[in-house]
C-alpha cells in the first residue's frame, strides 16, 4: 500500500514515486511551442491539464498548444519510470528542467497485526467517507454540465472542443469510485445525473478490469475513458425535452418509445460530425446492442454483436446496473445486489457473460455503499470489495438491531467474522429516506 503526498522538488527522496507533476517555473506558464515540443518528447503518453483561453482544459500532452499555462501532468505510462522512481541523481535534474512540485506515493507500512490490520481498514473507510464527501458538489457540477451540453446540441452548434474541455474540467477532478457510490446512496434523474453516474462506474470498473486481464487499454488515458462513457447517451439529446424529461412510462410500441429508442442513431451521428475516435462512437452507437438479436430491447437492429467493442459491452451492463441502482421519480431504485442478480440473469442472452462476471469481480456483489442488514438485524454500509469472498466485505455497522443509531459506528471485516454474515441488501431510500447520504456522510467509524 502507498500513501499519496504532495511534496516539493527539495523534499524528494530516493524510492519514492512521482504520479503526477504539479508545480512549474514560468516559462511552463504561458508555453511557448519549443517548451511544448520539449514536454511532448519528454512526458510521451502522459495526460495533462492547463488552463487555455481562461478554462481548464484536460487533453493528451499531445495535444499541448502554445500559450496554455500547465497546471499539471498526470496518468504517467510505466515506460517514463526513469522519470517517477526518485533517486539522487533524478532530484537536480527535475529542478533543471522547472519542475517544483510533485504527487508522490511513498510506501506504507504493510500492516501484520489483527490490529494493525483493523486500524488500516477503519483509516481507509474512513478515507472512502470523505472522498465521497468531496465529490458530492463535483457530481451536481457534471450533472449542470450534461444538461448544458444536451441543451447546446439543441441549439445546433455543438463545439466538440467546448463540449469536451467542459465535461472533462468537471470531472478531471472527481473520484471515480466516489461517484459510483454516489450513484446508489442519491437519487438520479434518468438523464444527466445518469451521464455522470454511469461514466464514474464504468471507468473504475473497466480499469479494474483491464488490470485483472493484463490488457492495454483501448483509451489513451483515463479521462478519455471518463469523457466516452459519458458520452454514451449523447444522442438524446437530439430527443425533443418533454419526452426525455417525462416521467412517464411509456408504451413499447408508443411514438414516444420509437424517438426515445433513435438515441443511439442520434449519437453516432452527432460524435462522427465531431470527429469524435471510433471506440467512442461505438459506445454510443451500439449500446443497447444485444447478444440476442431478437430481443425487443435491441436496438438499432442489423448490428453484428461481433462489432461491439468490449468497452460498448460494459458500458451496455453499467447502463442498464445504473438504470437500475439510481432513483427516479417513476420508479423505486433497487438496492445495489438486487441489480446485480438481476443483471446476471441476463447474462448470455442480453449482456456478454464474461464482460458480466467482470463487472461483478470488479465492483463486488456488495458493491461499495450499498445498504445490507445482518444476520443479527443490524445495519451497514459496504466500505470495500474482498479479493479473496465476494460475499464478505467489510461493513460500517451504524444501526442496531432496534432500530437506534450507534453513537459510534464500528468497522466490521466479514472475513474474521465468521459467525456474521449479509442477510439481505436493502434499498437506501426505502429504508432510510432522503437521509441516507447524510447517514453516509456523518459516518465517523471506529
Known sequence: ?????????????????????????????????????????????????????????TCSINDLQ??????????????????????????????????LGFTVQIAEKVPTTKQEKRQHSVRKANAFVQKVKEN????????????????TVRR????????????????SQSS?????????????????????????????????????????SIFPDKQLALFGAFMHDFGKAKVPKDILESTARFERDSREMKILQSHPVYGAELLSGMKMPSYIINIAHYHHVKMDASLNSNYPQGVKYEDVLMETRLAAIVDVYQALVGRRSYKKSWGSAAAIRYIDALAG??????????????????????????????????????????????????????????????????????????????????????????????????
Open 1 to 57: 500500500m502507498r500513501l499519496a503526498k504532495n511534496v516539493l522538488v527539495e523534499q524528494l527522496r530516493p524510492n519514492m514515486k512521482i504520479v503526477e507533476f504539479t508545480k512549474f517555473i514560468d516559462p511552463y506558464s504561458r508555453m511557448s511551442e519549443k517548451v511544448c515540443k520539449f514536454l511532448q518528447l519528454n512526458l510521451k503518453g502522459t495526460t495533462v491539464e492547463v488552463i487555455r483561453n481562461g478554462k481548464t482544459v
Open 66 to 99: 502554445p500559450e496554455d499555462n500547465l497546471q499539471r501532468v498526470f496518468d504517467i505510462p510505466d515506460s517514463l519510470r526513469r522519470l517517477t522512481i526518485v533517486t539522487k541523481g533524478l532530484i537536480p535534474e527535475l529542478k533543471k528542467r522547472g519542475f
Open 136 to 151: 458530492m458538489q463535483m457530481r451536481e457540477a457534471a450533472s449542470d454540465a450534461a444538461k448544458n451540453m444536451f441543451d
Open 156 to 171: 445546433g452548434n455543438p463545439n466538440p472542443d467546448e463540449i469536451k474541455g467542459s465535461i472533462n474540467e468537471v470531472m
Open 176 to 216: 471515480p469510485e466516489a461517484l459510483a457510490a454516489i450513484a446508489s446512496l442519491q437519487s438520479s434523474d434518468q438523464t444527466y445525473a445518469h451521464c455522470v453516474d454511469a461514466a464514474a462506474i464504468f471507468q473504475s470498473s473497466y480499469y479494474a478490469i483491464k488490470k485483472k486481464r493484463g490488457e492495454k
Open 349 to 446: 442472452t442480453e449482456f456478454d457473460p464474461e464482460v458480466w462476471e467482470d463487472f461483478v469481480n470488479a465492483i463486488g456483489l456488495y458493491p461499495k455503499g450499498g445498504l445490507v442488514e445482518m444476520s443479527d438485524d443490524t445495519l451497514g454500509f459496504v466500505m470495500n470489495v474482498p479479493e479473496e469472498d465476494l460475499e464478505r466485505p467489510e461493513v460500517a455497522i451504524f444501526r442496531d438491531a432496534n432500530g437506534e443509531n450507534y453513537a459510534q459506528p464500528f468497522l466490521v471485516d466479514l472475513a474474521e467474522e465468521e459467525e456474521l454474515e449479509i442477510s439481505q441488501d436493502l434499498d437506501h431510500y426505502e429504508v432510510l429516506g432522503e437521509e441516507a447520504i447524510d447517514i453516509f456522510l456523518s459516518l465517523q467509524i471506529h
